[in-house]
Nanobody, 117 residues
Framework: EVQLVESGGGLVQAGGSLRLSCAASGFTFDDYVIGWFRQAPGKERKGVSCISRTDGSTYYTDSVKGRFTISSDNAKNTVYLQTNSLKPEDTAVYYC??????????WGRGTQVTVSS
């Protein structure tokens, strides 16, 4: 059974940081592009960042460039999202997903990130 389990969310003040983790089991994402989406209240879910295990290339949506960093630990089958300089508009449920660009993704249950002003 494929599982993606997120952790690391929480409540933080503006300017703070959180490190989100996504532990994958049931498959190895060596050949996948895996990453993060987020969904704010009343808004659609949008892609935030992803990383390719094939060549290590990364993608960031414009609003998080320079503040968020995605990385992966192959031995642990885990992907991380380091979020720095958080803003209230980053408040959302963050979901791990793979394959990132597929219409048939595996999804985690999400982890809540709340940034207070």
């Amino acid at each position: 059974e494929v599982q993606l389990v997120e952790s690391g969310g929480g409540l933080v003040q503006a300017g703070g940081s959180l490190r989100l983790s996504c532990a994958a089991s049931g498959f190895t994402f060596d050949d996948y592009v895996i990453g993060w989406f987020r969904q704010a209240p009343g808004k659609e879910r949008k892609g935030v960042s992803c990383i390719s295990r094939t060549d290590g290339s990364t993608y960031y949506t414009d609003s998080v460039k320079g503040r968020f960093t995605i990385s992966s630990d192959n031995a642990k089958n885990t992907v991380y999202l380091q979020t720095n300089s958080l803003k209230p508009e980053d408040t959302a449920v963050y979901y791990c997903a793979a394959p990132f660009y597929s219409t048939e993704r595996y999804w985690g249950r999400g982890t809540q990130v709340t940034v207070s002003s």
